[in-house]
């Protein structure tokens, strides 16, 4: 079993950055392929990025593409999220999880363990 605590949220005005971490616990860290998902108030929990167990490999949402970019530190058990050129519709509850799937999905039942989230705001 493995925990998970996002941090690095906060608000931040549109055009600018923020990087989210998420801190995991217990030894088997890089057994696990990792993911970003985000929630917006009224709106599903939708997948945002996702990185393999070696960090070899990445998969993003085309609504992030080219902005966001997930990396992890298995050294550390850490998997960040570098957000940039934020938009006010990036608003929303991030979420880290971590699945035992072979390799990186968006699928949002095949992730095991869920941490809290962070908030992270856009203004205008």
């Known amino acids: 079993q493995v925990q998970l605590v996002e941090s690095g949220g906060g608000l931040v005005q549109a055009g600018g950055s923020l990087r989210l971490s998420c801190a995991a616990s217990g030894r088997t860290f890089s057994s696990y392929v990792m993911g970003w998902f985000r929630q917006a108030p009224g709106k599903e929990r939708e997948f945002v990025a996702a990185i393999s167990r070696s960090g070899g490999s990445t998969t993003y949402a085309d609504s992030v593409k080219g902005r966001f970019t997930i990396s992890r530190d298995n050294a550390k058990n850490t998997v960040y999220l570098q957000m940039n050129v934020l938009k006010p519709e990036d608003t929303a509850v991030y979420y880290c999880?971590?699945?035992?799937?072979?390799?990186?999905?968006?699928?949002?039942?095949?992730?095991?363990?869920w941490g809290q989230g962070t908030q992270v705001t856009v203004s205008s």
């Open positions: 999880a971590a699945t035992r799937w072979g390799v990186v999905t968006n699928t949002r039942g095949k992730y095991d363990y």
